[in-house]
């Protein structure tokens, strides 16, 4: 609930926000003049982006509650989330996610690795795709980003997806999420020639990337890798060579001797520091002396007379 009404607030106040500036522009372009523009909010023009349809929403969820929630914002402001990120429940509101028109990237197989994904199952991207979903495989992860053509193929096993329709979880729909699909995500005259070409099917876990062209461009060819790999192996070596050569003939750097003060050479004799002289006591002046009684000298142990008591 706290997370529904943080977004609702943030929401709100983007819509006051847009109606400020609309009402400013209306009277500029009607002619007034000496108007003062409203202040700019760089933390609400984004989501003014977001209700006027120009940036796209790609929403962090996992529970089927969280995914209805945001749905239900979505209508009542007016803007459309254009993928649900993980979704693992999607398998639950497919039929509102494709109603509503809302992507889905999804893992392939992770679950129960923690509480919100406790009901998360490795069917979910092709039941969603059956209902009519556009579903993208993603990785949240480094070293699997490099091999999601395998994570796609396992849609096949689990779910029972075409050949086609588990290439385009990871070609096409992606594409398609992000709103670039007519420059990239399949091979058709027209788009972006970035490529990845393969020895076998690229779903084939045996599948071995041997060119990657981006634009047109060879940005990776495995032969000529291969036929490298010695020169370059040549290369590291010489360098390592000439930097173990070098340490050898640099001197070492003598620490200064934390004995010998700043501006005094190494074995020269230290001058004798001149003692400050030191300044003679003030003589401190003597107790008056006591006054001979009637009774003689007083002694140590007698009372001082206060008001003629003793």
Known sequence: MGVEETIRGAFSEARDYKKTWDDYNKRVASGEKNLVPPRRDLRLEPLVEVLEGKRYVHSHCYREDEILMLLRVAKEFGFKVRTFQHVLEGYKVADELAAAGVGASTFSDWWAYKVEAYDAIPYNAAL????????????DDAEEATHLNQEAAKSMKFGGLSHDEALKLVTLNPAIQLGIDKRAGSIDVGKDADLAIYNHDPLSAYAVVQKTLIDGRVYFDRQRDIA????????????????KKSAEKKPEETK??????????????????????????????????DSVSSAGPRSASSSIDFGGAQ
């Open 128 to 139: 969603m795709t059956r209902r009519g979903v556009v579903v993208s495989i993603n990785s």
């Open 228 to 243: 490298e790999r010695s020169e370059r192996e040549k290369e590291k070596k010489a360098l390592i060579d000439k930097f």
């Open 256 to 289: 200064p001797d934390a004995t010998v003060p700043i501006g005094q050479k190494p074995g020269e004799k230290k001058p004798e520091e001149k003692k400050p002289e030191g300044k003679k006591p003030e003589e401190k002046p003597k107790p008056p002396q």
